[in-house]
């Protein structure tokens, strides 16, 4: 039995010492085909060996059969077999583990996520055989499909700015100042301010931050604060009200044992069913002082339209509600059939920043989770609208940047009429540009470069999704500079990844793989079919530039 396991040893030694991962230099000759045949002859090898011992083992049972010592050999024979399957069973274990470390080997391991210069390096799986159309394909492919479209955005934003303020004056004037909700001025965010809107309607966004009627306050609790919010829910928080004057110990009463004679006056339980019937009014969820987003909603939708009944006369225009479940998502339509839409959306700031509580997301620019009414997302597009003007004053001119952006989500915008909605969305697009521009130095996004960076775009993204990770921007990145003024509670926070769903939500993930994938395939056909022919040796003012 020795000399079995003995040669056992031999063959899985012999296994690993002519493996072609250990010993390159030796196999560099030798394809993957003459590596599946050796690997079937040397299988045969060992079901030989294996047969050839189960024989020698018969045949020592049957010389010990008369031997006074049957027992003693019986008890050998079961050990044996034993013995034997557990040095086959470990040998083709360790067979299998080099077999998929090979495997893992030569398709390539991805780098961690953190590393700045080989995290572009690495070429995707499908990206590997995507073949980006030259830079003056390019260049028309931008004229032709975008820049018409950009040079519309001004004198829409225009209009609409005029008329957003209108509204809200005119909202003001007809909520009760004593009981209602107080809302303050507008702020424009998002693509359109951003100047990267590609995709029509080109709708622009605004959040109009609101604040409770007076003796009331916010109380903000944030999941990285300890407050009561679950783990999972990390990026929301929840919004207490409360009054000005009330203090965390609450009344006196809470902390005199008073007699079974003696009654406060303020915590009556009439005045209880008083103050939980006023919160109520206050738009917040049955039973308790947190704000109810539907709520909200629903108050907000019913003071727009009385606020454009008030000024309804002055315009020769409709408005009507663009989206049934979006309250403040508007649209105006004119006499010629003109239409133009554009979204209110009521927030709530946090404390002294351009953080703000968001009661919904408008055309999807952030995929939402399923979650209760009182749990709020927060928001950072003010300070991403602020870091993109920020990191523009470095770049330099005409830094393609923006294009690049405008380019993918040209493409995801089209791919998605063609395959149906994904959950990667035009946020997530923009999340890749953030994370590139802070790691690429400025001359690195000059115009001539376009198409190097649409490239790390693309790499990046299918690296992100490969993943499954992509952090967030702002929170947890203590990189950003300080001009910015972000609070230092979220730059100090756990990274927030973005693409946490998609580890648990299995076919959301495949489909939008699949999605992405068919992007990359299309890509090249989808920028030829758009782009316009320039006539040889007449170039446009773009090309000259990239030139």
């Known amino acids: 039995?020795?000399?079995?396991?003995?040669?056992?040893?031999?063959?899985?030694?012999?296994?690993?010492?002519?493996?072609?991962?250990?010993?390159?230099?030796?196999?560099?000759t030798e394809n993957t085909e003459g590596i599946i045949q050796k690997m079937k002859e040397r299988e045969e090898s060992l079901r030989l060996e294996q047969l050839k011992l189960e024989q020698e083992m018969a045949a020592q049972e049957t010389l010990t059969k008369s031997s006074e010592k049957a027992k003693e050999s019986e008890e050998q024979y079961t050990h044996d077999p034993l013995s034997w399957n557990f040095w086959t069973a470990l040998s083709l274990v360790v067979f299998l583990l080099i077999e998929l470390w090979r495997q893992d080997?030569?398709?390539?391991?991805?780098?961690?996520?953190?590393t700045e210069e080989d995290e572009n390096a690495v070429l995707g799986k499908a990206f590997k055989w995507v073949l980006l159309p030259d830079k003056i394909t390019l260049a028309n492919f931008y004229e032709r499909c975008i820049q018409n479209v950009t040079s519309e955005i001004a004198r829409n934003r225009e209009l609409v700015e005029g008329f957003a303020d209108d509204l809200l004056e005119a909202l003001r004037s007809v909520c009760n100042r004593?009981?209602?909700?107080?809302?303050?001025?507008?702020?424009?965010?998002?693509?359109?301010?951003?100047?990267?809107?590609?995709?029509?309607?080109?709708?622009?966004?605004?959040?109009?931050?609101?604040?409770?009627?007076e003796p009331y306050c916010f109380k903000l609790e944030t999941w990285d604060s300890g407050e009561s919010i679950p783990p999972d829910k990390q990026g929301?928080?929840?919004?207490?009200?409360?009054?000005?004057?009330?203090?965390?110990?609450?009344?006196?009463?809470?902390?005199?044992?008073?007699?079974?004679d003696l009654l406060c006056l303020l915590h009556s339980k009439m005045n209880q069913s008083r103050h939980n019937n006023h919160m109520e009014n206050l738009l917040c969820y049955k039973d308790s002082q947190y704000l109810d987003s539907d709520q909200v909603m629903a108050w907000f939708q019913v003071a727009l339209t009385k606020a454009w009944n008030k000024i309804s006369h002055k315009y020769?225009?409709?408005?009507t509600f663009n989206l049934l479940d979006?309250?403040?998502a508007l649209k105006i339509k004119f006499r010629s059939g003109k239409t133009i839409a554009f979204n209110l959306t009521p927030v709530v700031q946090y404390a002294d920043s351009d953080v703000y509580f968001i009661s919904h997301f408008p055309c999807s620019g952030l995929a939402e989770d399923s979650t209760s009414s009182i749990h709020w997302f927060l928001t950072f597009a003010v300070y991403e609208k602020r870091y993109l003007q920020f990191v523009s004053k470095m770049l330099p001119a005409s830094s393609c940047h923006l294009s690049c952006l405008q380019i993918l989500s040209f493409l995801h915008g089209k791919q998605c009429c063609l395959a149906g909605p994904s959950s990667l969305t035009n946020y997530h697009l923009k999340t890749v540009?953030?994370?590139?521009?802070?790691?690429?130095?400025?001359s690195d996004w000059a115009s001539g470069f376009l198409e190097a960076r649409l490239q790390d775009m693309l790499k990046f993204l299918e690296k992100s999704l490969h993943e499954k990770r992509l952090y967030h921007f702002f929170i947890g990145n203590r990189n950003l500079p300080e001009e910015l003024g972000i609070p230092v509670a979220f730059q100090k926070a756990e990274p927030m990844n973005l693409f946490r769903p998609f580890v648990l939500q299995r076919s959301a993930y495949r489909k939008t793989m699949d999605m992405f994938h068919e992007m990359l395939r299309n890509t090249s056909a989808l920028i030829n079919e758009y782009t316009?022919?320039?006539?040889?040796?007449?170039?446009?003012?773009?090309?000259?530039e990239l030139l």
């Open 105 to 114: 080997y030569q398709e390539g391991i991805w780098q961690d996520y953190g």
């Open 178 to 213: 004593d009981a209602d909700m107080e809302v303050e001025e507008s702020i424009g965010i998002g693509s359109m301010y951003e100047n990267w809107r590609v995709q029509k309607p080109l709708a622009c966004d605004f959040i109009v931050p609101f604040t409770p009627p």
């Open 433 to 442: 540009m953030l994370h590139l521009l802070q790691t690429h130095p400025s």
């Open 316 to 319: 020769e225009f409709n408005l």
């Open 1 to 28: 039995m020795p000399a079995g396991i003995f040669k056992v040893c031999l063959v899985v030694i012999a296994t690993i010492v002519n493996h072609p991962l250990l010993f390159p230099k030796e196999n560099v």
């Open 532 to 544: 316009m022919h320039v006539p040889m040796g007449r170039a446009s003012p773009l090309n000259k």
């Open 326 to 328: 979006s309250p403040g």
């Open 236 to 260: 929301y928080g929840m919004i207490k009200i409360c009054q000005a004057d009330e203090t965390s110990t609450g009344c006196i009463c809470d902390k005199t044992k008073l007699g079974e």
